[in-house]
């Protein structure tokens, strides 16, 4: 491949389990250049820390959301950042942020949308009776879970699932598909 690695900054809340599975696969197609978080005890942010990536952390606690937005936009911005990548990050982005980074923001969700936007997914699946769950890739925009979807995995819904035998099939397809469509979309 020719053109240089994508820069990619990805955004978690928790545990990291995607983003840990997206730095696993980094290589010519995209590295990772930054782990950011809202929330500075996130174990995911650990993990990152130790394997020497760099990190970023700020709750927008105290502060309101244009400065905490500002100072992650300047954390990307600093590290270089082309792509972000959002990795079970429980935050809603602002219109402005989508705004600035249009077309460069991915978000793996764990229904196949358009089923299930939002919380919940795997229950709401279940309960409806569906015979298959999974995840998507999809680009963010305004619209929660509602931008142009990249990329899905599905799995089957067994008799006896709970919503976290479910997750746990799900999210071992969210570590495949989630570094796969992002290799993909950054040749966009
Ligand atoms: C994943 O199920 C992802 O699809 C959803 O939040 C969860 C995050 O898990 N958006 P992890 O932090 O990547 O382990």
Known sequence: MSAAPARVAV???GRGSNMQSLVARQGDAYRIVLVASDKPEAAGLAWA???GLTT?????RGI???AYEAAIDA??????AEWIALAGYMRLLSDEFVAQWRGRIVNIHPSLLPRYKGLDTHARAIAAGDASAGCSVHLVTEEL????V????????LPDDTADTLAARVLAEEHRLYPAVLAEVVRR
């Open 11 to 13: 955004l978690i809340s």
């Open 56 to 60: 970023f952390a700020l709750s927008p």
């Open 145 to 148: 879970d509602g931008g142009e």
């Open 150 to 157: 990249l990329g899905q995995a599905e799995v089957p819904i």
């Open 49 to 51: 820390r130790d394997q």
């Open 75 to 80: 954390a990307l911005r600093d590290a270089g």
């Open 64 to 66: 309101g959301k244009p």
